[in-house]
């Protein structure tokens, strides 16, 4: 009974939907900055799945009709990154610059401790787009030979960081001017250091907005080339 | 009829993207190339932000909410990331904060040293 409702596909929508609410309205309603949604939802239903004995298949069966959206929500990523078109060229060598070596710096740096940390190849290849917004991380890191599942859990990882410690670090190393500050957090954790760099002042989560969708292009294009150029060098 | 048409302009820039990525064999994801031809088509002209704004803001809004099912495929590979969980959380950790002072500290010299050489303007970064 349990097996045949579960593979009713409004059944993987409706629990998505539900324990997604249900952590949000948590979260707002007791203020904790570390709660985030997306991260416990998804331990919840994995925790729920194994209690119950159903299987991630039959919960795809209607999971699958959200998944499908990822690929149409990321294009619509360019209506933000139009929005902030003004500020872009305003600012276009500080921005192009600082999350162009940042971007690369990035991937270097996970390819870098990776190799010295020995981890099997796909695990290494699904951290190098931990940095952009899921939409892109979850494709870009399907390409390169990555798993996406656990591609988005350093995403949320890495994009969880950024309120818990972004903001000490940026004074402690005296980055003070906010534009800078927003830049980092937009080009190092995408949406969730925005919602932060947006606390910290309007400059910011501007600059924080417009780099989350300037570094994911960055990543895509630098990715596959850095991590061939590291293998050929490392071995 | 105003959603289905902003739904069917989105959903197209997504096929194309995807249709050339697979005709050109393009190492970038499909809805990236999207992404970019929407950006290129809103900065030229061609689609005006009120014929995709509304459907476009919804999307973005349940953003979060797509990608739980994603999420949940963890519990497929749970033997790939228990061996190596401490290295994971160390490389995430450090890799980030690096990657934090490195972009702060560059946009700040970047625009230091432009405020330098043309003519100091005091300008506060104000969004208009």
Known sequence: MIDYLSKEPIFGVILTIVVFMFFRMLGNKFQWKWLNPLAFSILAIILFLNMTGISYDNYYVGAKYVDMFIGPATVALALPLYRSLPLIKKHAASIMISVGIGTIFNILMVLLLSAMFKLKEPLMLSLVPKSVTTAIAMDLSTQIGGVAAITVLSVITTGVLAPLCAEPILKMFGIDDPMAQGLALGTTSHAIGTSKAMEMGEVQGAMSGLAIGIAGIATVILAPILTNLVDVLIG | ?128
């Open chain 2, 1 to 128: 009829m105003k959603i289905l048409q902003q739904l069917l302009i989105i959903l197209g820039f997504t096929f194309v993207g995807k249709v050339l990525q697979v005709a050109l064999h393009l190492p970038i994801p499909g809805s990236v190339i999207g992404m970019v031809l929407l950006f290129v088509g809103l900065t030229r002209g061609w689609v005006k932000e009120s014929q995709i704004a509304l459907v476009s803001d919804y999307l973005l809004e349940i953003l979060s909410v797509l990608f739980i099912p994603a999420g949940v495929g963890l519990m497929m590979y749970f033997d790939l990331v228990k061996n190596s969980f401490v290295s994971l959380v160390i490389i995430l950790l450090v890799s980030f904060v690096t990657s934090l002072l490195v972009v702060g500290r560059t946009a700040q010299f970047v625009k230091k040293r432009q405020g330098g050489t043309a003519k100091a303007s005091k300008e506060e970064p104000a969004i208009d």
